[in-house]
């Protein structure tokens, strides 16, 4: 039950800190298609693995 509330207060900050990056992203990819990649992506996703990964530790950490 605890590890539940910790990725519960995880996931909240975690789309708090990123939705609008995210919402960003998902825009980028419905305008270029299948035609290519935004630029943006691999820098997003950078960003994105730190912020996973302190999100995993401390919900296993609970």
Known sequence: MHGSV???RFSFL???R???RIGFVSSEFRRFGKT??????PSAIR???PIMRFGLCSVLSE
């Open 6 to 8: 910790g990725l519960a």
């Open 14 to 16: 975690f789309f708090k």
């Open 18 to 20: 990123f939705g609008d």
């Open 36 to 41: 290519g990649f935004p630029s943006e992506m």
């Open 47 to 49: 960003s994105f693995l």
